[in-house]
Every structure is written in structure tokens, then in C-alpha cells.
């Protein structure tokens, strides 16, 4: 890895999702993603699909939506990534 750190992200290319609702909503969401992280009330899943997909699905279910960022993979999640393409 070498370059800025906004390159390095950028040529990452793939961003996590965090949503937070106190509806049930995981019922919603495709039976593909990936969940990383989830609590009571929020979750945080590998961006794998399109985020406005998944907003579009919530809000087509009537889904209260308190929080919904597309956020930057952390630098950790990005070295284990090349790491573990070098084994």
C-alpha cells in the first residue's frame, strides 16, 4: 500500500453501510449482504450491493430510518484485505 490515504480508500472501492432504525428491518434486507457489526438497533454490512437499493427497500417497507451512512473502509479492514491476498 502506498499513496495518500484518501487514494488508498478510494482504490479500495468497497464502503460499509451503517443503518440505525428501532424497527425491525433486518427482515428487510437482502439475504446476500454481509453483516459486520449489529447491535439492538443498528447493524453496519459490507457494501455489496448499491446503497440507494437498500434505502430504496427500507423506505418502500415503511421502515423508520434514523441513521443511514455509506461509510470508508477503516484502514485495518483494508491491510487484513491485502494481507490475506498474499497468503
Known sequence: LSGNLADIKSAYGINNIYIKSNDNFL???PSNIE????????????NNINPNEIL?????NNVNIDAFEVKEPSLQEIFIKKVGEHK
Open 27 to 29: 427482515q428487510f434486507l
Open 35 to 46: 453483516i459486520i457489526n449489529k447491535t439492538v438497533n443498528s447493524v453496519e454490512i459490507k
Open 56 to 60: 430504496k427497500i427500507l423506505v418502500n
